[in-house]
């Protein structure tokens, strides 16, 4: 993935790759999106390692992953959406840990980190999408459908063992 491109990308979105100082908020935003659904057990991002260091994880492979921070106008994180290679399917990425803070949800902010997401893969050359969510996230799964994600099969390669709807999109 050219960083260069992704971040000049981002600039006109109130977007940028995430750094060391976005670790702390996105991660409780993440936690908090969780507990609200009651997805604050094992099996969950909740308990992912790399959570509080989202920034080591992602910049560890900038060639096969990226994270995308959203801010509002004060430079507050206000979400985030991430993609890494997947190893479940050829020339495919996933969509990881796509969250909006509550005070933010309904204004389209979800779908434009979705719509980043898709458009850094497709740039980077990936040919599909992969995401895997809960079924306690009605609203998620609604976005993810309406935007042309369809319903598959658990794959072999699901790391979030609680996880119980996975979706694919081809780009």
Known sequence: MDRKKVQSYLKN????LITEADDS?????V?????KYHLDI???AYFDPELDHLSEY?????????YFILADETGEVIGGAGLAEFPGFEQCVEIQKLYV???????GYGKLLLKTVEECAREAGFKS????????LKTAMHMYEKYGFQLIERPETVVH???DRFYMKEI
């Open 161 to 163: 063992s609680t996880m």
């Open 58 to 66: 992602y910049d560890r492979n900038p060639e096969q992953r990226a």
């Open 129 to 136: 999408l992969y995401l895997e969510t809960h079924s306690n």
């Open 13 to 16: 979105k109130n977007m940028h």
């Open 42 to 44: 094992p099996g969950t």
């Open 25 to 29: 908020a996105i991660a409780k935003i």
């Open 31 to 35: 936690r908090t999106n969780l507990e």
């Open 101 to 107: 803070a509550d005070e933010w949800k309904g204004r």
